[in-house]
């Protein structure tokens, strides 16, 4: 083996280029030593600022990182990014996402100090209140909103999240979750790209290398450079630390703790231009980088990775500064504070753990004027002395003007872009005011024929394609190497051939996201939905996409919540299409044929942020798919099966009409009133609901039993109703007695049957006690006793009981 020699390796032709930020220095000079000279006093005052926010709260949040990240972000702000301040709102502004969420604390210390500028030389720029970040706000850094300290009510403080959410201006999207920031950003990107274009707004992207281990993120980079999204600006704070390691990467001949990569390698090998710059803290080199990198015009995102120092002039470096700080009011701290201090002339309040002696009862004992903690009052009236000093500083520091000159200079170039949508541009506010689409009106095109086969898959494709006409291309579908097999595909019909790239193919509706890889894909559906122009569509496997996009629907439903509490509106939807569900994907065997897939999302979030749907039949679907959108869901989740299924005569079966599913639960055949009832039928799921129709009912019927038959095709939208038409439809008496047949899990079962004994009765999947084998769909009914035979004995025991 010695004598075989290794050969050298290297990348194949590559789109992406590759800068060192020395070289670009030769032939550009970006600022002057003057300016320097500015950026290095606010930074000092950012840097102080995030030191108190992790003081005060008290020791709580994420300095170092936020420090490490300041200067690049400063730049940003106030250097390269065009945006109108006084408009948070615009989505014409280029957007800034913290997908390293736990550096909230820098993104609030860095806004909020935007703020006070703003405030202090260009007050005519500064939006409604309700649209600032005010340093009054920094009182409720990690605070609840039932937060009762006398200054955070005084001030009517904004309550700011750990992490960040909408709720905070110029926020677009909930990030800090494993690795979803850069997947929902790079979601942003292409909403904002399909809809204004060429001349669409950038979005920059703040992550630290440790934030770019987890696996969506290398599938979001995949997917970005496929799809040629040109207005990514990836900021990558690479210093080595995170909360366990020193090293994260490769350095050099060193080993890396977690990966053998570096930034630069990463995002290079995914075909991202790449500009590396060697000291993230000289200011020129920094803004350097950033000017050289949005005058690239060869339609690649780029990032750019600055090597820096967590924690930097904190007095803590490295990973001891990524979620700790100095002890509160320490010594240490104080130490920190000093070279504010020094600097502006000024002298920080020193907290003295001591209560007032102002209010005395009557036995001359103290008393707090308020409900709460003592000690959070002396905590929150020091913290906003030392805000004071700060506002004190940026006030009589006049050169500081400079930076709210900046801002006004941004909404100059924005304002000489001249934003426009693209020709032909998504209309997707159709889907909600053209009364044509309407839930109890099927399109021609899309109705069933009893008699007739075909899949629920295909109907839902063939719904959302007919959508995606209406709304001139508002509709974008992607799924994990299954679009033919999920239907998705047909989501593109009548557009485009081919993949979606915004270069040379931007008419097409289909877009490809790395692969077989759900986890981006989720993200990146959330990200188109927050930016308000599109409708997003995931598709995989029900088995795969319920549990690999859970974390992205939560955080999707977190961020439109948010949102809409704090400035109104409605949430903007992603549909997550849970495909192949269920046991009739039989011959996959049990990884593949999964019940347990509607358990994940259903019932698992606050009211109306997610809607699950489950048909049994394909007339269902353009019913059910409506009125779920209708509802402005932030994330809309069919479930539907794989194979061919005849369309059922309902009106021959004496069913009720399928615009019923509507409801969300429904009765499927009510018992006939002037006889004795004999009991009542819960159904949920097609596979087992085709078993019920075809193989018992007729058994039953031929034997006279009197029945009421309710299948559950939304327990969202059911829950949605108001609460005397749920009682009518599904009064609390049958819940106490009936029988539930479900496809899905036991819990999805039990909202519906109330009794201990009617759910001990419950047919599911798993009542035998294990995962069901291999082999067509009919065999694992049968092996699971949701057969047709297998139900009607079961019935009929429930009958006799």
């Known amino acids: 083996m010695d004598t075989i020699k290794a050969k050298p390796f290297s990348l194949g032709p590559r789109r992406g280029k590759f800068y060192d930020v020395n070289d670009i220095l030769k032939s550009l000079t970006p600022i002057q030593k003057e300016e320097v000279e500015k ?134 999207v909930a990030t800090g979750a494993s690795g979803v920031g850069i997947p929902a950003g790079f979601g942003l990107a292409l909403g904002a790209i399909d809809y204004y274009g060429p001349n669409a707004p950038k979005v920059h992207l703040v992550e630290g290398e440790g934030g770019m281990t987890p696996g969506r993120v290398s599938e979001a980079l995949a997917a970005a450079s496929s799809m040629c999204l040109h207005n990514i600006i990836l900021h990558i704070d690479f ?211 009893p008699g007739t086969v075909t899949t629920i898959r295909a109907v839902l494709g063939a719904s959302l394609g007919y959508i995606n006409h209406k709304t001139n291309g508002a509709v974008l579908g992607v799924a994990a190497d299954l679009l033919g097999s999920t239907s998705v595909n047909l989501v593109g019909e009548g557009f485009q051939n081919g993949f979606f790239n915004a270069v040379d193919n931007p008419g097409s509706r289909i877009l490809t996201i790395g692969g077989i890889c759900e986890d981006a894909m989720g993200a990146m559906m959330g990200g188109v939905g927050a930016y308000g122009r599109n409708i997003g569509v995931s598709s995989s496997y029900g088995a795969f996409i319920s549990a690999m996009e859970h974390t992205d629907a939560r955080l999707h439903s977190i961020g439109e919540m948010s949102k809409v509490e704090h400035y109104g509106g409605h949430f903007n939807t992603w549909v997550l299409v849970n495909a192949h569900a269920g046991l009739k994907t039989g011959e996959d065997g049990p990884t593949h044929a999964d019940p347990q897939c509607l358990q994940l999302l259903q019932g698992n979030f606050p009211k109306g942020t997610v809607i699950t749907l489950t048909p049994w039949e394909p007339g269902e679907v353009w019913p059910l798919l409506i009125a779920g959108l209708m509802k402005r869901p932030a994330v809309l989740s069919p479930y539907v099966t794989r194979p061919n299924e005849t369309i059922a005569d309902r009106k021959a079966l004496k069913l009720a009409p399928a615009t019923d599913a509507a409801k969300g639960l429904y009765a499927l055949r009510k018992a006939d009133p002037k006889k004795k009832l004999d009991g009542s039928i819960v159904l949920q799921e097609s596979g087992v609901t085709i078993e019920f129709i075809n193989g018992a009912l007729p058994k039953l019927d031929a034997e006279g039993y009197n029945l009421n038959i309710f299948y559950v095709s939304s327990a969202e939208l059911f829950d949605l109703l108001p609460e005397k038409e749920k009682e009518e439809i599904y009064p609390q008496s049958i819940a106490q007695t009936a029988m539930g047949i479900t496809g899905f899990t036991l819990p999805t079962m ?30 694992v009914l049968k092996q699971a006793g949701l057969d047709g035979d297998g139900i009607y004995e079961e019935v009929i025991k429930y009958i006799k009981k």
């Open 39 to 172: 950026f290095e006093k606010l930074d000092l005052i950012y840097r102080t600022l995030c030191g108190l926010l992790y003081n005060f709260v008290p020791t709580s949040g994420h300095p170092g990182g936020s420090i490490s990240s300041g200067r690049f972000v400063e730049s940003i702000l106030y250097k390269t990014a065009d945006y109108d301040f006084s408009i948070p709102t615009s989505d014409k502004n280029d957007m800034l996402v913290y997908a390293a969420g736990h550096k909230a604390m820098g993104l609030y210390a860095m806004y909020a100090l935007r703020n006070e500028i703003v405030r202090a030389y260009k007050p005519e720029l500064l939006p409604d209140e309700k649209n600032q970040l005010r340093f009054e706000d920094m009182l409720g850094f990690r605070r609840n909103p039932v937060n009762d300290t006398p200054l955070f009510k005084k001030f009517n403080s904004k309550a700011l999240d750990g992490h960040p959410t909408p709720a905070t201006p110029f926020v677009k």
């Open 239 to 449: 210093n080595q630390a995170s909360i366990d390691s020193n090293r994260v990467c490769r350095d050099g001949d060193l080993k890396g703790d977690y990966v053998q990569w570096d930034p630069a390698e990463l995002t290079y090998l995914h075909d991202f231009n790449v500009i590396y710059c060697d000291d993230g803290k000289d200011h020129t080199k920094v803004i350097a980088a950033q000017t050289f990198a949005k005058q690239l015009n060869n339609g690649m995102p780029t990032a750019i990775v600055y090597r820096t120092i967590k924690g930097w002039q904190y007095g803590i470096e490295g990973k001891g500064s990524h979620g700790a700080g100095h002890k509160f009011c320490s010594p240490e701290f104080y130490k920190f504070l000093s070279t504010f201090e020094n600097t502006f002339g000024v002298k920080m309040p020193v907290y003295e753990a001591k209560a007032t002696t102002e209010l005395k009862n009557e036995f001359g004992q103290l008393v707090p004027n308020f409900e709460g903690d003592w000690s959070k009052i002396n905590i929150e009236k020091y913290y906003w002395d030392s805000l004071l000093i700060m506002r004190e500083v940026i006030e009589t520091n006049k050169d500081l003007k400079f930076f709210a000159d900046a801002i006004s200079d941004s909404k100059a170039r924005l304002d000489k872009l001249n934003r426009t949508p693209r020709d032909n541009k998504t209309e997707l506010e159709k889907l909600y005011t053209d009364k044509s689409i309407s839930f109890d009106k099927t399109p021609e095109e899309l109705k069933v024929v």
């Open 750 to 779: 039990e909202k519906w049957i109330t009794s201990y004994e009617g759910r001990s009765r419950i047919l599911h999947p798993f009542r035998n006690g294990y995962f069901l084998g291999s082999g067509a769909a009919e065999s």
